[in-house]
């Protein structure tokens, strides 16, 4: 966080992101207040509805975190002890740590330097290695702590910073193999994808609703899905495992309290009916600061990539040239009142990775190298013009004067 202490004289203070409300959400939220029905009422189901509709899902599941969402996707798909999982290193940590609660192996496939998504080419080679049974899976496996003869179960794709991942290459060979196709759109509600919705591309999606997401309900996450048979279980195991006729205190499964509460459930019910506008609003924001850092020769600015129809803007990750030193960076436009994340630490390179499965900085080299360059300016839907141009000035200034 800023410390607004450190702050030198004359500058402003921009947050890193906000919620975006209105009266509207304070008096939803105000009004569960008014009745005793805090939880499993009205309002989560009217949530539910209203993003399956946006999407065009048969299903929507409230969860009380994105994490949670796609932890039910896992064991709803019958993932479990030593199955292979094929997923990215580039991500938020939840995408693989959700395999690790069920005791399957991440195996990592590296991502294509533009977007940040699963490398399509990459995942094919992944998949034709560990379906020969030969010792070619060998070099996708980690050094250790995976079982050498395991079944490849699915393929968790992540919409990285709201750019769907490129599934047209995909799909084919998710098909072919039969896998399961999770897709994490965590950071991507209202992304499309030659106009099929992010969330939609695979069996079974999550979106997830932190207060700096597109939509916020505090804490908070939706899974989407056309399959019956996995959405009632995951209805199940989201509220204690109780099945379809289990009275509050039978419990057919093993499940967790998943379920989001009806204030959450409410404030995100309007979020949802300002969907648009808060993503053209995001759209907006990330234009102005394309054009100012256009120019800006150590800059490159985020880029959509066909055949993503729409990009849903979560964050604006930019990509600094080699020889920047992105620490001192950092500091210095923390004191002109400018927070800034790097983003993503590699979660190969985060120490229980290291340490339960033995990788190693050099293991996935583009991931590394974005991991390295890349930097969230402040991102929220409610600046305004002279917010990204204050940003960009300062930016501009410390670049020059790091030169
Ligand atoms: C790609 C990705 N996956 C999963 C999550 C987890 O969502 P949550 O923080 O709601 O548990 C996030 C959240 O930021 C994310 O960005």
Not at 68 to 75: D, E, S, T
Request: aromatic share 8%.
């Amino acid at each position: 966080m800023t410390n607004p202490g450190k702050l030198q004289q004359g500058m402003r203070h921009i947050p890193m992101s906000a919620p975006d409300l209105t009266d509207k959400e304070r008096e939803a939220v105000g009004a569960v207040m008014q009745t005793p029905r805090l939880s499993m009422g009205p309002e989560v189901e009217g949530f539910e509805q209203s993003v399956a509709r946006a999407v065009g899902a048969r299903h929507a599941i409230a969860v009380n975190s994105g994490s949670a969402g796609l932890h039910l996707c896992v064991r709803a798909a019958g993932i479990r002890d030593g199955d292979w999982v094929i997923t990215t290193p580039f991500s938020f940590v939840a995408s693989a740590n959700v395999l690790l609660y069920e005791r399957a192996t991440p195996i990592f496939v590296d991502v294509d330097p533009q977007t940040g998504n699963i490398d399509p080419e990459l995942f094919a080679t992944a998949v034709r290695d560990l379906e020969s049974g030969s010792g070619r899976a060998e070099r996708w496996l980690p050094r250790r702590g995976a079982q050498e003869q395991a079944a490849l179960k699915a393929l968790l794709s992540v919409d990285v910073f709201g750019q769907p991942a490129d599934y047209d290459a995909l799909i084919p060979v998710v098909e072919d193999h039969r896998l399961t196709l999770i897709e994490d759109s965590c950071e991507a509600l209202g992304a499309s994808y030659r106009s099929r919705p992010a969330g939609m591309q695979g069996d079974v999606g999550v979106f997830a609703f932190y207060p700096n997401k597109q939509i916020t309900t505090a804490e908070g996450g939706m899974i989407v899905t056309d399959d019956d048979t996995l959405a009632e279980m995951m209805r199940a195991l989201r509220n204690q495992g109780r099945a379809p006729g289990d009275t509050w205190l039978e419990h057919t499964y093993l499940g967790y309290n998943y379920r989001l509460n009806e204030l959450s459930a409410a404030l995100g019910r309007v979020q949802m009916t300002r969907l648009e506008e808060l993503l053209q609003k995001r759209e907006r924001v990330a234009r102005w600061y394309g054009e100012r850092l256009a120019e800006i020769a150590q800059v490159e600015v985020p880029q959509v990539v066909a055949p993503t129809t729409r990009m849903s803007w979560f964050v604006y990750v930019i990509r600094l040239s080699g020889e920047i030193d992105r620490s001192a960076l950092v500091e210095q436009l923390e004191a002109r009142g400018v927070p800034t994340r790097p983003y993503f630490t590699p979660i190969h390179l985060q120490p229980y990775f290291r340490e339960q499965y033995g990788y190693e900085q050099g293991d996935f080299p583009v991931t590394e190298d974005l991991g390295r360059r890349s930097l969230a300016l402040p991102f929220a839907s409610t600046f305004s013009e002279e917010d990204v141009d204050y940003v960009c000035r300062q930016l501009h200034a410390v670049l020059r004067a790091l030169d």
